[in-house]
């Protein structure tokens, strides 16, 4: 049976559905593992690609977490199929299935289950897609009372069978935003963030239930390819509940994506103001030299040479200005016509006293990280200072 409800609408406000899902977790003592690579395995599966070279290289690394899980996902597949092929109700299959994995974090559950589904997946995609002149599928298809799967792909069931990837790419999209959110730095984002806490608590429980509602009823598709049982009895309510279902995860990762984005700006402007306040201690302290504010202010790490000098054109490190007189020019790209002959007059000046060699001049431009203005008229503002016969440091840009 379906639940009837208005296509569109949204569930994350189901209270009595968030409790039901919510009681059976074990939040406290949730059990947590890096799925990841998991999760890459199973894409390739469920798109039926080659195992990627990503797929196989991270998950050998993993193979006592392999080891452990797979006794899970095993359980998992053999209650999702038996379920679907004895047309047991979607719901309570779900509710069963996410009493299976209870004790772990809900990306955890989430990855298991689509485990769980891509094993079965798996070989009918392989037995759909492989050579049919070749004996040995024949065989297989014998063994598995699989009789026709390449010609019922090849026929009218492809349509069917590409509207369910369509279904299972949403799925996957859902599951990443869910270790995504996951993922986030608890160190700049607590509970106490409204919008992280409601996502915790009540969306993403909505999210992992309507996903392992949608892979159970993508097993039950599968069970209809794989066993050629007549699908016309049942084909409108099961067209209409796809499409419902697909409507629904899309409104659960659209709803998903701004949260993490909500969070995501929440984190910067933590940053921001930890680093604002770090710069405001450095600035009330005294130092022997200037590489600790410098460093602050323009790269803190010594992995890259972080400043363009201007006369050279050549990459180098914050070490130049050790122990020196560093003028500042912090500014966006629109400078003021007289703007670069009073720098040229102030870099001048002070070659010609006590300071020499001992002053420079840095330019930190104000960008938007996503800007292309840098190439061109950031560019041309370096070129023209060079011009004038001095050539400030700079941050930010491409070498020309």
Known sequence: ?????????????????????????????????????????????????????????????????????????????????????????????????????????????????????????????????????????????????LPGVMEQYAGSSKPRFDALNILLEVILDVTKCVIEFNDLPHSYITPEVADYSSTASNDIPIAAYW????????????????????????????????????????????????????????????????????????????????????????????DILPLVDGSTKKWVSLDVLRRKTVLLLISGLDFPPNALSILEQIYFDSRKEELGTQFEIVWLPIVEQQSNEWNGKGMEIQEQANSCGFGPLSRKGSMP
């Open 211 to 302: 996903s392992i509602r949608t892979i159970v009823f993508c097993a039950t598709k599968v069970t209809f390819f794989t066993t050629l049982r007549d699908e016309s009895v049942v084909s409108t309510t099961k067209t209409w509940e796809l499409s419902l279902l697909s409507l629904q995860l899309k409104n659960i990762l659209d709803h998903l994506r701004k949260q993490l984005d909500s969070c995501y700006r929440h984190i910067e402007k933590k940053k921001d103001d930890e680093a604002y306040g770090m710069l405001v201690e450095l600035f009330q302290r005294c130092h022997l030299d200037n590489m600790k504010i410098l460093r602050a202010l323009i790269y803190a790490k010594d």
């Open 1 to 145: 049976m379906v639940m009837r409800r208005r296509p569109g609408r949204m569930f994350f406000r189901d209270t009595v559905l968030v409790n039901k899902i919510v009681d059976g977790h074990e939040h406290d003592q949730a059990i947590d593992y890096d799925v990841k690579s998991l999760l890459h395995l199973v894409e390739d599966i469920t798109k039926g690609y080659p195992v990627s070279s990503e797929g196989v290289s991270t998950l050998s690394g993993y193979n006592n977490m392999l080891e452990v899980l797979s006794y899970e996902i095993n359980k998992i597949s053999s209650e999702l199929f038996f379920k679907a092929l004895s047309g047991a109700d979607a719901h309570l299959t779900t509710l069963s299935i996410l009493k299976l994995v209870r004790t772990y974090k809900w990306d955890v559950k989430l990855v298991l289950t689509l485990a769980a589904f891509a094993l079965t997946y798996g070989k009918y995609w392989q037995l759909a897609h492989i050579d049919s002149s070749k004996q040995l599928p024949k065989s297989l298809e014998i063994l598995k009372q």
